[in-house]
């Protein structure tokens, strides 16, 4: 079965299409978009030697689609100037043009660099998402946002620009190294902890066989996800208020990513995971949560094998200091403000930005 899930955004609409095995329909789903038959695939070296470009490739063959391959190195250090230079580059020697579309096949590297790509070319060119990894398939390959990173940050360079279509085949995270998968499950944890107790109540029985590989679960625990995520886009596609409830954990987690240097240590829902702990911790220590619930979480995240604690990141340990610092600096930009998000209790969290820096400095040191 293939589930759908509609992001509604006038005439940016488009589809989220979920399903096991999906990928071998993926042409069949792309035709009808193309005013000629003609695709570009942008994928990355890692997923490139994988299985699912052959069959993405064979996918658009079956449906009469030719294509082009362009194929990026894999991590984090491909979202920069010199790689997005290089990726329009070549997309402009194949001749792409308006009215063709590019096709983002990978993780949310991919997704983010080729997406901020064809918004670029000739003033846009339409992309569709192929999400490969379990964070591309639930957060980054909906709601539009792409960006490449800039010496000051991450992500500071960018466009809001929505795809065509997702196409999320969760067979494709059999091959994902489980240390990414895990990453991936804290952001669907997040959506559960945001505004859906019982979807928490869901993952607390049936997470660890999404984890190991269940397919039911994985589409079903996809398709929550990327409607909950679909819901708050469309309420606030520019991130004016609502759309930040997505950073639960991220203010935490951002800050302990940049203490380590956005490498091996500590990678991106590793950081969610603690954060979405401490802002737990946070909001049962200003009487918001209970204690009941704020255990619930981190014993659901730790039951996973997720870390919940700064003193679980390898290597040398990071001081209370150095995280405020970071934190602090991460949002400089926002008048000096910083945004958390708290929570009233699992499925409750809001958007504030009235929290005394003195009792994150407690739960950070505690
Ligand atoms: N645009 C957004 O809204 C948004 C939201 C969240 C995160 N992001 C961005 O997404 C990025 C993180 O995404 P990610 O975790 O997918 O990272 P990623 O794209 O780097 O993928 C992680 C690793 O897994 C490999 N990989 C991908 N698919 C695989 C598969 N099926 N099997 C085996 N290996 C596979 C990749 O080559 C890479 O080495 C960050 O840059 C972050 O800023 C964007
Ligand atoms: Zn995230």
């Not at 399903?19 to 570009?40: D, E, F």
């Not at 065509?164 to 067979?171: E, G, K, P, Q, S």
Request: charged residues 25%; aromatic residues 4%; neutral net charge.
């Amino acid at each position: 079965v293939t589930e759908t899930v509609s992001v509604a955004l006038g005439d940016r609409s488009y589809d989220v299409k979920i399903g096991s095995g999906l990928l071998a329909q993926a042409g069949h789903l792309i035709a009808p978009l193309l005013r000629r038959k003609r695709v570009a695939i942008v994928t990355d070296l890692t997923v490139a030697m994988l299985p699912h470009l052959e069959a993405l490739r064979a996918s658009l063959e079956a449906a009469s689609i030719e294509y082009n391959t362009v194929v990026l190195p894999a991590g984090e250090a491909t979202k920069s100037f010199a790689e997005l230079e290089r990726l329009c580059d070549a997309l402009l020697e194949l001749e792409v043009e308006r009215g063709d579309l590019v096709i983002a096949l990978g993780g949310g590297v991919i997704g983010d660099i080729a997406g901020l790509a064809s918004g670029l070319l000739k003033r846009g060119i339409d992309f569709v998402q192929i999400p490969t990894t379990l964070l591309a398939q639930v957060d980054s390959s909906v709601g539009g946002k792409t960006a490449i990173n800039a010496k000051a940050g991450k992500n500071l360079v960018g466009l809001f620009n929505q795809p065509r279509l997702v196409i999320a085949d969760t067979n494709l995270l059999d091959t994902l190294p489980k240390r990414e998968l895990l990453a991936g499950y804290a952001e669907v944890v997040k959506y559960g902890l945001i505004g859906d107790r019982p979807f928490f109540e869901w993952l607390e029985v049936n997470g660890q066989k999404l984890l190991d590989g269940d397919k039911d679960a994985r589409v079903r625990a996809v398709q929550v996800s990327c409607a909950a995520k679909a819901r708050i886009v469309e309420a606030d596609e520019r991130e004016t208020n609502l759309r930040a409830l997505l950073n639960l954990g991220h203010t935490f987690g951002h800050a302990l990513e940049a203490a380590t240097g956005y490498g091996d240590r500590l990678i991106h829902g590793e950081g969610v995971s603690i954060g979405m702990a401490l802002a737990f911790e946070l909001s049962a220590r200003l009487g918001l949560a209970t204690r009941q619930d704020s255990e619930r979480v981190t014993r659901h995240l730790k039951s996973v094998g997720l870390p919940t604690t700064i003193r679980e990141i390898k290597g040398l340990p990071l001081d209370t200091a150095t995280i405020i610092s970071h934190m602090t600096h991460d949002k400089k930009a926002k008048g000096g403000k910083l945004t958390f998000i708290l929570a009233r209790g699992i499925g409750d969290a809001f958007v504030t930005s009235d929290v005394a820096m003195e009792k994150v400095r407690d739960v950070l040191t505690a």
